[in-house]
């Protein structure tokens, strides 16, 4: 095919509503070496796609200052040392920013097959969500099957997909949402308890849940006054995984909780982990989730779609929380 030299993106005029998302036409990325160059069929919507454009998530120096960080579409170009890719396999990509745009570069090691019998809005789902949700739940904090796990904002595209890998593999999964419509999404992807957490005292409902013994692992995207409250439920040896500030950054604790309950706290977000380290997770989703997706027993929930030139309308839904799964916007033609 012929690749033009300029595309359709969206950019962020600058820091403010969703308002400041508008269309511009940009030449088509260069490509390195070691990347791919996708045509984009869709495009993942994400909470750091919000932060950056209200100014909050600085844009790495090496990054593309676009936002959006999954695609999923056609593989149209590589770079002379771009592994084992052709030109017209199928793709989803976890990107270095530049999602919101026709074509997106992407380092070729953060690239994966569309699943079996998936399409590209729900392969575009996946990136974001996936790698974070493995990276923190299973190779940071351990979880095991046989072990419990507390999933704040289950109704999230993270709380869905934890819920449905925990589920997965093995572990009891309770969840917290803020509806009685979203406690059932939850427990309709396999949380075993979901709590109304604006109805119910979640630390007393999940304290009870557990017979008292607690949780021993946390997926925390909220942190503030969540924090001492999810320490409160670890149990000895347990692993506290903070993913996002949405309740605030800072909170008081005891530590000495930590001390005797033996509680490791830790903390990550994706953009800032390097090619190799991003590269590996990838290489663990394909031998360990891809399987799940292809045997039906993993799916990304795809609660509504906008065109690239309705971001602003998509960020206003992200920002509402009234959604359920992810977001997807898809790219015309």
């Known amino acids: 095919m012929t690749i033009p030299n300029e595309m359709k993106a969206i950019d962020i005029k600058e820091p403010g509503g969703p308002e400041m998302l508008v269309p511009v036409t940009v030449p088509i990325p260069e490509l390195t070496s070691d990347q791919v160059l996708i045509k984009n069929e869709a495009v993942g919507v994400n909470r750091p796609d919000v932060a950056q454009r209200t100014g909050n998530y600085p844009v790495p120096p090496d990054a593309n200052p676009l936002p959006g960080l999954e695609v999923a579409g056609e593989v149209v170009a590589m770079g002379s040392e771009a592994g084992n890719w052709e030109v017209g396999e199928k793709v989803t990509a976890l990107t270095h920013g530049g999602g919101y745009a026709e074509y997106t570069a992407v380092h070729h090691g953060h690239c994966l097959p569309w699943p079996e019998g998936f399409d590209a809005l729900l392969s575009a789902a996946i990136p974001e969500t996936y790698f974070t949700v493995y990276y923190n739940v299973f190779t940071r904090a351990g979880l095991q099957a046989g072990e419990t796990i507390l999933v704040h904002g ?35 992807a396999g949380a075993d308890k979901a709590i109304n957490y604006k109805v119910e005292d979640w630390e007393a409902v999940a304290k009870d849940y557990t017979d008292g013994n607690g949780v021993n692992v946390v997926l925390d995207i909220v942190a503030g006054d969540y924090v001492q409250k999810n320490l ?13 500030l949405l309740g605030g950054a800072k909170a008081e604790i005891n530590m000495g909780r ?40 993993v799916r990304p929930h795809v609660h509504e779609t906008f065109f690239l030139e309705e971001a602003p309308k998509a960020h206003m839904l992200m920002e509402s929380s009234a959604h359920m799964g992810k977001i997807i916007l898809k790219i015309a033609g």
């Not at 409160?232 to 996002?244: E, K, S, V, W």
């Not at 380290?277 to 394909?286: R, V």
Request: charge should be positive; proline fraction near 2%.
């Open 154 to 188: 289950g109704s999230s595209g993270i709380g869905h997909a934890a819920i449905q890998l925990a589920h997965a593999f093995g572990a009891k999964v309770i969840a917290t949402a803020g509806s009685s419509e979203k406690c059932e999404f939850c427990e309709d």
């Open 232 to 244: 409160n439920l670890l149990a000895r040896d347990g692993r506290y995984a903070a993913l996002a």
């Open 258 to 297: 930590i001390l005797r309950q033996r509680i490791t706290l830790s903390g990550s977000t994706l953009r800032p982990q390097t090619t190799a380290e991003k590269a590996n997770i990838a290489a663990n989703l394909k031998s360990e989730v891809w399987p799940l997706f292809e045997g039906g027993k």
